[in-house]
């Protein structure tokens, strides 16, 4: 409690139930018939499960991982309470936000929301970009 | 090869005792007659509720003697009906799946060239499947089958995505790739002309059961 694990443990626990949908969705997205045909040309269940069905869940998987970014990183009640607001410890961003603004600090608290707008847009922009060229590979 | 499989299915029950040398042997039928149950079960997708398969003199499954050979190590080809593809592999990649196993002699890149080019389709190695036109997925998609040599091909309605040209030519290419491989092939379609140009011998199904098998000559 009120260590950066507890703020990691708030964000996990808030964002897990987004991948974990996500993620049964892409693996049920996968075409049964590529394992079959893996199993008849002697793959291990292992093996399918690396090369095949994690392989082609990607999209879906990543889509996920999005999600779940975006969710953890805008996380506040959870963390407030299991991991406090120890500046240099445990305040992320939007919590900092949040006290800026209860003690009347506007300029800061704008400054904070600019940085973790273009911060989440650049790391979108990255992501969307890498899927493409994964996409373009197996087009 | 020899086969005697039951297999419940929640429609009806299929029954079904065949014997063949290395023939063609064509499960002829039309749709939900159970013919591709039978191909799963031949590979060890699917478990059939009694009977026995054996190949070669190998048991693949036999209920009395509880043995229920795992599809990995049945090394038996499959063609599926819509190929099968893996989607995010080229067609090297695709070809080369089944010989990375193998311990003795893992497959080369010189192997798979060679299959390729046996196929004519040497120069789509770097393609991806999307890429590709039905004739030449359906010859990738052999090449792949082939590729760990076995002992049993399976070919599950393998000219009924394409058209005529196409399928003319490409169940000529079944003749003789049968012609070369010396193994037993089991073919199921549900085309009247094509059981009667591949069969070297012909099994009607219909709702799981075996129809007086009509002889090449009389289709």
């Known amino acids: ?139 | 090869m020899e086969f005697q499989i039951t297999k419940t299915l929640w429609y009806f029950d299929l029954e079904l005792h065949v014997r063949i040398g290395n023939q063609i042997l064509v499960l002829w039928g039309p749709s939900g007659s159970g013919k591709t149950t039978v191909l799963h079960c031949l590979a060890g997708l699917l478990k059939p509720s009694a009977g026995f398969i054996e190949l070669n003199d190998r048991v693949l499954f036999s209920s009395d003697r509880k043995i229920n050979v795992p599809a990995r190590l049945r090394n038996t080809g499959y063609l599926f009906q819509d190929y099968a593809l893996f989607s995010h592999m080229t067609v090297r990649h695709n070809v080369m799946y089944g010989l990375l196993k193998r311990k003795n002699r893992p497959g080369t890149d010189a192997d798979v060239v060679e299959l390729l080019k046996l196929f004519g389709v040497e120069h789509l190695a770097d393609r991806y499947p999307g890429q590709l036109s039905g004739g030449e997925k359906q010859r990738v998609a052999l090449a792949r089958a082939l590729a760990v040599q076995p002992e049993l091909l399976l070919l599950d309605e393998p000219l009924n995505a394409l058209d005529k040209n196409t399928r003319v030519s490409l169940r000529q290419e079944i003749k003789k790739i049968h012609r070369r491989w010396r193994i037993p092939f089991v073919l199921v379609t549900h085309n009247e002309e094509d059981a009667g140009f591949l069969g070297d011998e012909i099994v009607y199904l219909n709702r799981g059961r075996l129809f007086s098998p009509p002889s090449p000559a009389t289709l």
């Open chain 1, 1 to 139: 409690m009120f260590t950066w694990w507890a703020a990691v443990l708030a964000s996990v626990v808030v964002a897990f139930p987004l991948m974990y949908q996500s993620a049964k969705a892409a693996f049920r997205s996968v075409d049964v018939n590529f394992e079959k045909a893996a199993r008849t040309l002697g793959a291990s269940e292992v093996r399918i499960f690396f090369t095949i069905t994690v392989p082609l869940a990607w999209p879906g998987i990543l889509a996920g991982l999005v999600l779940t970014f975006a969710r953890a990183l805008g996380e506040f009640g959870a963390t407030l309470m299991v991991a406090g607001n120890i500046p240099g410890q445990t305040q992320t961003v939007p919590l900092a936000i949040y006290f800026a603004v209860e003690s009347g600090d506007n300029t800061t608290a704008g400054v904070l929301v600019a940085v973790i707008t273009v911060f989440s847009f650049a790391v979108i922009f990255w992501v969307n970009r890498w899927a493409k060229r994964r996409g373009n590979n197996s087009e």
